[in-house]
């Protein structure tokens, strides 16, 4: 089992960045594949990035492609998320997913494939 807790959101105005991080608990962080999901008010949560528990492989949702970046840094048992050139459409609360995989280079954009999710961490894009 894992736990997850993330960190680094807050208010942004437009055009700004802002690095998300998930810190997981325990020592197999590597056999994770790791997700980064959202949900803006009123809204159902959404795929945003994902990435295999190797790190090469990424998918992005398609609004954010070119804006944002996932990475982990498994000596520190760690994911982020860099989101830079923010819109107001990309105010949301911000969540962490992992799901343990027996393959190196697979990649997890469906909800409901993980297992384990932190308690979010909220963003704010001013205009």
């Known amino acids: 089992q894992v736990q997850l807790v993330e960190s680094g959101g807050g208010l942004v105005q437009a055009g700004g960045s802002l690095r998300l991080s998930c810190a997981a608990s325990?020592?197999?962080?590597?056999?994770?594949?790791m997700g980064w999901f959202r949900q803006a008010p009123g809204k159902e949560r959404e795929f945003v990035a994902a990435?295999?528990?190797?790190?090469?492989?990424?998918s992005y949702k398609d609004s954010v492609k070119g804006r944002f970046a996932i990475s982990r840094d498994n000596a520190k048992n760690t994911v982020y998320l860099q989101m830079n050139s923010l819109k107001p459409e990309d105010t949301a609360v911000y969540y962490c997913a992992a799901t343990e995989t027996i393959n190196y280079s697979v990649i997890i954009t469906k909800i409901t494939s993980y297992a384990y999710w932190g308690q979010g961490t909220p963003v704010t894009v001013s205009s």
């Open positions: 325990g020592r197999t962080f590597s056999t994770y594949a």
């Open positions: 990435l295999s528990k190797n790190g090469l492989s990424t």
